[in-house]
Structure formats: structure tokens, C-alpha cells
């Protein structure tokens, strides 16, 4: 490259400089399309709680299913649809979805939970409340069967406005939970007067269990946090029977991840609620 002219240098520059506008006029196209034709959908990822092995909930994670078949992550589109303003429109469409697949979940008497990730564009949006309010009449869903999930960063930018939003929702019984917790900069104060029910401990820490030897001293001072304030914990990203182990034993409430099973669409999360035994523990746990 270096012994190239500058001009072409230059040339090349200019012209891939053009592919990429085309290119994210093209993905902005596309996702306007998308929210229309209703090609964001949730997927299903199960919530194991960890002393008793019941799939108590899941999370409903966003996926864009093109029409060519595609399946896009919403690490590539949820920043997009941010920048063009176009969340809290998309958020609602997955939110209502899930909501509506949730509220038929039964299981002999048994209903999970639905967590649902929101993003703080749409929670600032001034029709939040209005939006969820509707969503969980016409759906049905018991408003307490719902909790939503913010990031730890956006729920401590603004602690006082985000503790006014949350407040009328958890008043019909909404609950709340902190997603990617201990990736923020966060301080003790403003998390306990932040009206969370839930942690969700971020997955690099459970990932980096057993290579990482401050990983688990993350963890334990994340658990006993919570437990000091009487709200559960979640742990993302459990992949091996050693971090489901290590979990359970220090009392992490609940699990999540791929050791359990992968996010899934609708219907298959229901076959696995259905198949699902506890995993057994090892002989040193039993
Ligand atoms: P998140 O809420 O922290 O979700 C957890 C992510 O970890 C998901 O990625 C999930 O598929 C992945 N994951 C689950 N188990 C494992 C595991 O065992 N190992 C590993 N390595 N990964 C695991 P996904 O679905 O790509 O979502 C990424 C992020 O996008 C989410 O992180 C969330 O912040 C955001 N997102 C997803 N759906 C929505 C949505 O509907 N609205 C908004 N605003 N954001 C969303
Ligand atoms: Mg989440
Ligand atoms: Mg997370
Ligand atoms: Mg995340």
C-alpha cells in the first residue's frame, strides 16, 4: 500500500468511503423495511434457577429475520436503529410479541417470566409507560410475569430521572433489572437507591471464571450486594457445568446460558420447558 501514488491511495480511499455510505444507506433502508414488514422478532432464552433446576423465565432477545433468510444480531442493528431514532417504535413491536407469546405460557400451573431488554432511547421516550401500560392489557400478561431489563451504564447516567420512569411501572408491579452489571461505573449509593429487583451479572465475569483469578471475587461481591438489599441475581453466560457449579454453590439465584440452552424461537422454547431436567452436579456438590 505505502509504495502506492498517493493519488491512488487517494482514489481508493474515496471510493470505498462511497461503498460504505451506500452500504448504511442501504442498512437504513432496510431496517425501515424491516420494522413494516415485521421482520423483528424475539427469541427465547431460558432462566434456570439454580438451587431448584426450574426454567422460571427467559429472556427475550431481538432478531432480525430478513427476507432472504438472514438472521441478523441485534448488536449491528439495535445501535442503527438508535441513531436513526427509530428504537422505541422497534423496542414496542418486540416487546408486544413477546409479551403476547409470554401470556400463553403455562406449563401445568406453571408460568414463566419474560425479561425483556430496553433500550434507554425507548425508556426515555415520553409514551414508555403508556406503551408497556397497553401492551400488557392487550396481551394479558400478568404485569408481574414482566421485567424489564436496562444496562447498568444507561440506569446510572441519570439515576433520578431513570428511578421517575420506573416508578409508575413497578407500582402495577413491573419489576426491573440491572443487565451487564459490573461493566458500568457504577458507585454502592446509587445503586442501592436505584429500585432494581435484579442484578444480571455480566458474562465476562462468569466467562473468565477459572482463567481470570479475580473473577470470582467480581462475583462474590456482586452476590453479596444483592443479597445485603434482598434482590436476586441472574448470571449471563453460564457455559460449563463448573460455572453452573460454582454459581449454585455460592447461591447465585439464577442462570443463563449456553450450558443451559442457546436463545430459541417460540416454540421451541416451549418443547424445551416441557423436555427440561435439572442438570445433576457433580459428586463434589451433590
Ligand atoms: P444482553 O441483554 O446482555 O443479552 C445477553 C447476550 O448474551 C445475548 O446476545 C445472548 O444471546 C448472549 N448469550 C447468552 N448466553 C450466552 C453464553 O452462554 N455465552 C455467550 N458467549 N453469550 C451468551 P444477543 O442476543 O446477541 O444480544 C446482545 C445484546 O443486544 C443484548 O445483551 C442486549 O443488550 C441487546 N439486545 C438484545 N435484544 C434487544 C432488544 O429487544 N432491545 C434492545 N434495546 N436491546 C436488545
Ligand atoms: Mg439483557
Ligand atoms: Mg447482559
Ligand atoms: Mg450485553
Known amino acids: 500500500m505505502s509504495k502506492q501514488s498517493k493519488f491512488k491511495g487517494l482514489q481508493f480511499y474515496d471510493s470505498s468511503m462511497h461503498e460504505t455510505a451506500q452500504r448504511n444507506l442501504t442498512l ?15 427469541v427465547f432464552q431460558p432462566k434456570v434457577e439454580l438451587e431448584t433446576g426450574v426454567v422460571i423465565g427467559a429472556e427475550a432477545l431481538a432478531r432480525w429475520r430478513r427476507p432472504d ?8 442493528f439495535v445501535p442503527k436503529a438508535e441513531e436513526m431514532g427509530l428504537i422505541p417504535q422497534m423496542g414496542a413491536s418486540i416487546l408486544r410479541d413477546a409479551c403476547v407469546q409470554a401470556a400463553k405460557w403455562d406449563f401445568n400451573g406453571h408460568k414463566p417470566r419474560l425479561a425483556v431488554n430496553v433500550s434507554p432511547l425507548q425508556f426515555e421516550d415520553p409514551n414508555f409507560f403508556s406503551i408497556v401500560e397497553e401492551i400488557l392489557e392487550e396481551s394479558g400478561l400478568a404485569p408481574e410475569l414482566l421485567e424489564l431489563e436496562l444496562t447498568e451504564t444507561a440506569a446510572v447516567d441519570n439515576p433520578e430521572r431513570v428511578a421517575k420512569i420506573m416508578r409508575p411501572l413497578r407500582a402495577k408491579g413491573v419489576r426491573f433489572a440491572i443487565d451487564d452489571f459490573g461493566t458500568g461505573h457504577s458507585n454502592f449509593t446509587t445503586v442501592t437507591r436505584l429500585p432494581f429487583d435484579v442484578f444480571k451479572i455480566d458474562q465476562q465475569f462468569v466467562r473468565a471464571h477459572g482463567s481470570d483469578p479475580h473473577a470470582p471475587a467480581i462475583i462474590e461481591m456482586i452476590l453479596a450486594m444483592a443479597e445485603a438489599l434482598g434482590q436476586e441475581t441472574v448470571a449471563e453466560g453460564v457455559e460449563t457445568q463448573e460455572h453452573y457449579e460454582f454459581l449454585r454453590r455460592r447461591a447465585c439465584t439464577i442462570g443463563q446460558g449456553y450450558f443451559f440452552s442457546p436463545p430459541l424461537p417460540a416454540h421451541e422454547f416451549e418443547e424445551f420447558v416441557r423436555h427440561w431436567r435439572a442438570p445433576s452436579l457433580t459428586k463434589k456438590m451433590a
Open 69 to 76: 433468510g438472514a438472521v441478523v444480531s441485534p448488536g449491528v
Open 28 to 42: 437504513e433502508d432496510d431496517i425501515r423495511h424491516g420494522i413494516e414488514n415485521h421482520e423483528f422478532i424475539p
